[in-house]
């Protein structure tokens, strides 16, 4: 099975996802399912998701790489308690779901993607020589780009978003599981994913 992956940064955003992805072993009745993910849709960034020309865009590469399923992750930038604002996400992602031939998953990123590295601030720590802790749901941290980069304002080495696929090599895919929980989290995520692959 072959999944694409949109997001607000192809480079970014999307590469960092199917490397974190693509440590977890998907299943079906025990067993294990060869999946692959693919980031698509090169020139469309943030709020261009959301629109006709995506679904255009997203059609022609599902055709031309005989993709399956579609993840769209998208930023909420707001608290998870802001369900209207989810609400309406969700339900702008469905409509563009509505233009394209595969089905699109929604993955609904509550602030920005960078929390999902506080799910495993460990792996973080060894790249940046930090030694910050972090024991809170990330979910629920606001700014987390900015938060990253002043753990290592002091340090020789400074977070920049163009690391983040580095970053998400590192990271545990358990932890991040484990840590990023609850409604619209990394962890709902996957179990909707896995249940629509199994």
């Known amino acids: 099975m072959k999944i694409g ?4 940064n192809y480079d970014n955003d999307s590469h960092a996802l199917k490397v974190l992805l693509e440590k977890h072993t998907f299943k079906k009745k025990k067993k294990v399912l060869k999946v692959a993910f693919k980031p698509i849709a090169r020139k469309i960034e943030g709020d261009q998701l959301l629109t006709k020309h995506a679904a255009r865009i997203i059609n022609f590469d599902c055709e031309r790489h005989d993709i399956d399923l579609v993840i769209l992750a998208k930023d909420l930038d707001d608290l998870p308690s802001s369900k209207k604002k989810i609400n309406d996400l969700t339900s702008k992602i ?4 509505k ?3 595969p089905t699109i998953l929604p993955f609904i990123v509550i602030f920005e993607q960078e929390a ?7 792996a ?5 020589s930090t030694k910050s802790t972090f024991s809170k749901n990330p979910k ?3 700014e987390p780009k900015e938060y990253l980069k002043q753990l290592t304002n002091k340090g020789k080495k400074k977070y920049k978003e163009s690391d983040t696929p580095e970053i998400f090599k590192e990271l545990d895919f358990s932890k991040v599981y484990q840590n990023h929980n609850g409604e619209n989290s990394f962890q709902s995520f996957i179990d909707e994913l896995e249940s629509s692959i199994a």
């Open 5 to 8: 992956i949109v997001s607000e």
């Open 94 to 97: 469905k409509q563009i779901s």
């Open 99 to 101: 233009h394209t031939d």
């Open 116 to 122: 999902l590295i506080l799910a495993d601030i460990q």
């Open 124 to 128: 973080f720590n060894k790249i940046y």
């Open 140 to 142: 629920f941290q606001s």
